[in-house]
Each structure stands twice: as structure tokens, then as C-alpha cells.
């Protein structure tokens, strides 16, 4: 079983950044991909990006260029390194795992609001 949890969220002015964290626990070693998802009020939860085991990454178009998202040299922290935020990246922001069974494993969420 894994367990998550998220930290970093918080307010900040548009143009800012911001660093989120997904802390993993349990039984890391089964991990196949974690990723980072957002939804907003009113909107469906969409893909922010995600990364492979092994440290292949892929981002949703609205975030291409300004979010990262990366790994510490253990692998059970990820990363998601936001850039130029925008009003509209404005949402609570949901880690995720996925393992070798195709279990996939939600974080608490963590708030995120881009004022003007």
C-alpha cells in the first residue's frame, strides 16, 4: 500500500512561483508512474504532469514550458516546480501514484490560488 502526502500550496501573485511536494510512503518500490492533476471548481481534474520510473516526464499543454516536475535521488519525493503562474492555474492540486498492478493511489490535495 502507498500513501501520499501533498505539501506546498498556498497564494501567490500571478507571475510568481511556487513548489509543490508529494512525499510517498509504504511500498514505494511498486510505483510505476506518479503524476500531478488540478481541478478547479467547476472543472474536470486534468493532467499537469506525470513522471515514469524511469524519469520519463510528460506535462499538459497549458503548463508546458513553465511547470518541472522532478524526482529526488530516492524516489519517493516528487516535485512539481511552478513558474509564471497564471490566475487559471488556480486549483487544488492532487498527486497520484500508479503501481506495477495498476492500483492508483490519490493524495489529500493541496490548494493553490493565483491572484491578479
Known amino acids: 500500500q502507498v500513501q501520499l502526502v501533498e505539501s506546498g500550496g498556498g497564494l501567490v501573485q500571478a507571475g510568481g512561483s511556487l513548489r509543490l511536494s508529494c512525499a510517498a510512503s509504504?511500498?514505494?518500490?511498486?510505483?510505476?508512474?506518479m503524476g500531478w492533476y488540478r481541478q478547479a471548481p467547476g472543472k474536470q481534474r486534468e493532467l499537469v504532469a506525470a513522471?515514469?520510473?524511469?524519469?520519463?516526464?510528460n506535462y499538459g499543454d497549458s503548463v508546458k514550458g513553465r511547470f518541472t516536475m522532478f524526482r529526488d535521488s530516492i524516489g519517493n519525493t516528487v516535485y512539481l516546480q511552478m513558474n509564471s503562474l497564471k490566475p487559471e492555474d488556480t486549483a487544488v492540486y492532487y498527486c497520484?501514484?500508479?503501481?506495477?498492478?495498476?492500483?492508483?493511489?490519490w493524495g489529500q490535495g493541496t490548494q493553490v490560488t493565483v491572484s491578479q
Open positions: 497520484n501514484a500508479l503501481n506495477q498492478l495498476g492500483r492508483l493511489v
Open positions: 513522471i515514469t520510473r524511469g524519469g520519463v516526464t
Open positions: 509504504g511500498s514505494i518500490f511498486s510505483i510505476n508512474t
